[in-house]
């Protein structure tokens, strides 16, 4: 693995949304699930935007996991533009004085709303976590640039507009990207492969990226333009050559929201999937064939956010999420998203948590080490 098992494994990623099949018993789905053989283990593929070695190494390394390997512990931290020194003390150097452990994956949020002009904070903790063996996550909650307002208005204007250059919401919507890309380019320039996740929960209709009002949403088309446009923007134009792109959408729970691959822009311009879960039930994870979509795209594929629905109270029994887990066999790593005042999301906050991540089969920073480490030895890597 060269540069990425430096010293004590240097791993320096963001994101892993990892998933194969496994030919296993353990990794066999229960009646009534879908199985692995749906579409066989992932395909080794390139990275669709880089030619870099490290890139590519990082994604074959996802793509060769099984359910053997374990499921990958995440932590997400916050956003760039909140208290993310203290957010890192409260979730993972909680879990690790509680278990003498850490999260194999640590996840920031470039900005709720307004991002920073500089992130320097959110990436010194990315750095540090990537420094010591983990892996890394990077999203973002830009506002809406036609309203210049949060990220949650779903009045919006034409999709084209937004996609001219020198209109008003192309000049708000490239101030917002700059100020992303700059941090990228940071961990870039300190050898940090990235798992960059942008417009997330794209079929909820709850963001103004794909805002759903009165029964009507952006077309496919739309939305594959407005994914092309940033990947164009941040591969060509700044030269981000570290990122290994992710598809993460919601889990669909009713008829009012699109299918999880509703919105999918193509295999050309997508690495990694996943699913944004939060859940009180071990059954939803597959609603309307939610985990099976996804499997069916043959890419490696997690739990990009994962967090109790209603038991918000520090209550959620982590057991349920173990569960899961045994029931959906390609779901290779889940990551925690933070708390706030008045929810407890987080896993050191659930019922269970600092448990959860010392039971079998849970990977911590510790064993991911150990994992790349004799994979980079192994013939054929």
């Known amino acids: 693995m060269n540069q990425l098992v430096a010293g004590l494994c240097s791993l320096t990623v963001a994101i892993a949304v990892v998933g194969c099949s496994s030919s296993h018993a353990q990794d066999q789905a229960l009646p009534g699930r879908p199985s692995a053989a749906v579409s066989g283990k992932p395909a080794s593929a390139l990275p669709v935007s880089t030619t870099n070695p490290n890139v590519a190494e990082v994604l074959r390394f996802f793509q060769q996991m099984t359910r053997r390997d374990g499921v990958l512990v995440g932590q997400n931290i916050g956003h760039g533009n909140g208290s993310v020194t203290k957010d890192y003390y409260s979730y993972v150097d909680a879990l690790h004085r509680k278990t003498g452990k850490w999260p194999a994956m640590l996840g920031i949020d470039y900005g709720y709303d307004d991002i920073p002009a500089f992130l320097n904070s959110a990436n010194r903790a990315l750095e540090k976590h990537a420094a010591a063996g983990g892996i890394v996550t990077v999203s973002m909650h830009p506002k809406n640039p036609w309203q210049n307002s949060e990220v949650g208005d779903r009045e919006i204007g034409n999709f084209r507009e937004l996609l001219t250059p020198g209109s008003r919401p192309n000049k708000n919507y490239r101030r917002q990207l700059d100020k992303v890309a700059k941090?990228?380019?940071?961990?870039?320039?300190?050898?940090?492969?990235?798992?960059?996740?942008?417009?997330?929960?794209?079929?909820?209709?709850?963001?103004?990226?794909?805002?759903?009002?009165?029964?009507?949403?952006?077309?496919?088309?739309?939305?594959?333009?407005?994914?092309?446009?940033?990947?164009?923007?941040?591969?060509?134009?700044?030269?981000?050559?570290?990122?290994?792109?992710?598809?993460?959408?919601?889990?669909?729970?009713?008829?009012?929201?699109?299918?999880?691959?509703?919105?999918?822009?193509?295999?050309?311009?997508?690495?990694?999937?996943?699913?944004?879960?939060?859940?009180?039930?071990?059954?939803?994870?597959?609603?309307?064939?939610?985990?099976?979509?996804?499997?069916?795209?043959?890419?490696?594929?997690?739990?990009?956010?994962?967090?109790?629905?209603?038991?918000?109270?520090?209550?959620?029994?982590?057991?349920?999420?173990?569960?899961?887990?045994?029931?959906?066999?390609?779901?290779?790593?889940?990551?925690?998203?933070?708390?706030w005042p008045g929810s407890k999301v987080a896993l050191v906050d659930q019922k269970n948590g600092p448990q959860m991540i010392e039971a079998p089969g849970m990977v911590t920073r510790e064993e991911l080490v150990r994992q790349m480490s004799r994979n980079a030895e192994s013939p054929g890597f």
């Open 183 to 339: 941090g990228l380019a940071r961990l870039r320039d300190n050898n940090i492969v990235v798992l960059w996740r942008p417009f997330h929960e794209m079929n909820g209709g709850w963001f103004w990226w794909c805002p759903e009002k009165n029964g009507e949403w952006p077309s496919r088309n739309e939305f594959k333009a407005l994914w092309m446009d940033m990947f164009r923007y941040f591969t060509k134009e700044k030269q981000l050559d570290n990122l290994l792109w992710v598809y993460s959408a919601a889990v669909q729970k009713g008829t009012s929201e699109r299918s999880a691959i509703e919105y999918y822009p193509g295999d050309k311009y997508v690495d990694i999937v996943g699913l944004d879960w939060y859940m009180d039930d071990v059954d939803e994870l597959d609603s309307f064939q939610s985990y099976s979509q996804l499997l069916n795209l043959n890419k490696p594929m997690g739990l990009t956010e994962f967090g109790p629905l209603s038991k918000r109270n520090g209550q959620f029994d982590c057991n349920k999420l173990i569960k899961s887990l045994e029931m959906y066999p390609e779901i290779r790593f889940f990551l925690f998203w933070h708390s």
